[in-house]
């Protein structure tokens, strides 16, 4: 089996590089989790018994340091790979600000089947949270400019003290 080393997921970061920030682009199937890291997990396991297999020790020690280039190649690409299901997280979230509980069809479509679950999931747990608390958290997102407010009177009442 052909080791990619980061081809595969220097094309996810091509892509979150090209996109505009707050926006998504479609799900890449290629670069999922599962599958990449299904095939990487099956490489270790063959170098593995490779490497208990050999008896001679010099032999040993060649597959242990390419072993151990292999293992720091597969960290990398997983940082990668966690780099962008991370930002596409973070998208989703601030979408969800943005568009409360129902996504728009342009913008679902572009999503993995478990993106969709994680944004209903997360626009039920909001709601129901702003339900118990009776308070609406997507009214207005833009804090006010003065924390003063003014009041005008129609009749002179006095000094009134508000709590």
């Not at 151990?68 to 979408?95: D, F, G, P, W």
């Amino acid at each position: 089996m052909k080791c990619l080393c980061g081809a595969v997921e220097s094309v996810g970061l091509k892509e979150l590089a090209s996109s505009e920030p707050g926006q998504l682009s479609a799900f890449n199937v290629s670069i999922t989790i599962s599958s990449i890291c299904g095939m990487k997990i099956e490489e270790v396991k063959k170098l593995d018994n490779q490497v208990l297999e050999e008896s001679e020790k010099a032999l040993l020690k060649a597959h242990n340091l390419g072993a151990l280039i292999h293992h720091l190649s597969l960290l990398c690409n997983k940082r990668c790979l966690m780099a962008y299901v991370y930002n596409r997280a973070e998208t989703m979230q601030s979408l969800g600000w943005a568009v409360e509980r129902v996504l728009p069809e342009e913008i679902e479509e572009k999503l993995s089947a478990s993106e969709k679950e994680y944004f209903k999931k997360r626009a039920t747990s909001l709601q129901s949270c702003m339900s118990e608390l009776d308070l609406d958290l997507a009214v207005d997102m833009v804090p006010p400019k003065d924390p003063y407010i003014k009041v005008r009177a129609l009749a002179d009442i006095g000094n009134v003290t508000a709590q």
